[in-house]
């Protein structure tokens, strides 16, 4: 039962260029979240999505796309990267409901030159 | 805006001590969740707590709710090396089960 996995791992990316970093859960998830942690700052929610076809802004969305087409993916898209946009991003699944807990993948490091 | 702050930042102890860390919020939580994340990993639940003054115990790590549910603290006992890792504390909303962390507290447990 492999979780939450990302990909990819790690990328480095030029200012303007354009990536998208996969999530898949194979857990049945309704819910699905997208957070950057960078130093001191903790997890900041970019966009999450409540099921498959919904997606919602959270509290950093500016910059960033996502789209759930099937309900164990969940994408996110950087359109025209930018150097404040380097970041770990960490992607998570939950079963809908009040106190459940969020299941997370492993993260992906994203530099932006 | 809710506002999670956790102390201290930083901690580095040598194994068997004992030590405290502190989640408090600029206001109530709904229910307040505290992770564990290690080096190239994502966060892993350790606890949920809800009510006001509860405290869940998990091997030698103790988890106690304030009374006014605005605050809590990790009490861990006897460290060893595997407590190493980044503690964060989540404030989770009711509806759509999103999570409000805090800046987290970095463990280093020296043998």
């Known amino acids: 039962n492999a979780g939450v996995t990302q990909t990819p791992k790690f990328r480095v990316l030029k200012t303007g260029q354009s990536m998208t970093l996969l999530c898949a859960q194979d857990?049945?998830?309704?819910?699905m979240y997208w957070y950057r942690q960078d130093p001191g700052m903790g997890l900041r929610l970019i966009h999450y999505?409540?099921?498959?076809?919904?997606?919602a802004k959270g509290e950093v969305p500016d910059g960033y796309n996502v789209s759930r087409l099937k309900k164990q993916n969940f994408l996110l898209g950087l359109e025209s990267a930018a150097p404040s946009q380097t970041s770990v991003y960490f992607c998570?699944?939950?079963?809908?409901?009040?106190?459940?807990?969020?299941?997370f993948g492993d993260g992906t490091r994203l530099s932006i030159l | 805006t809710q506002l999670l702050e956790q102390s201290p930042q930083f901690l580095s102890i040598q194994e068997g001590e004992n030590l405290t860390v502190y989640c408090n919020s600029s206001s109530v939580f709904s229910s307040l969740q505290w992770y564990r994340q290690e080096p190239g990993e994502g966060p892993v639940l350790l606890v949920t707590v809800v009510t006001g003054g509860e405290v869940k115990k998990l091997k030698r790590l103790t988890f106690q709710f304030g009374d006014a549910r605005k605050d809590s603290s990790l009490h861990i006992t006897a460290a060893q090396p595997g407590d190493t890792g980044l503690y964060l504390c989540a404030d989770q909303e009711t509806s759509g089960s999103r999570l409000t962390f805090g800046e987290g507290t970095q463990l280093t447990v020296n043998p």
């Open positions: 857990m049945n998830h309704e819910y």
């Open positions: 998570a699944s939950s079963y809908s409901g009040v106190l459940q807990p969020q299941h």
């Open positions: 999505s409540v099921g498959e076809g919904t997606t």
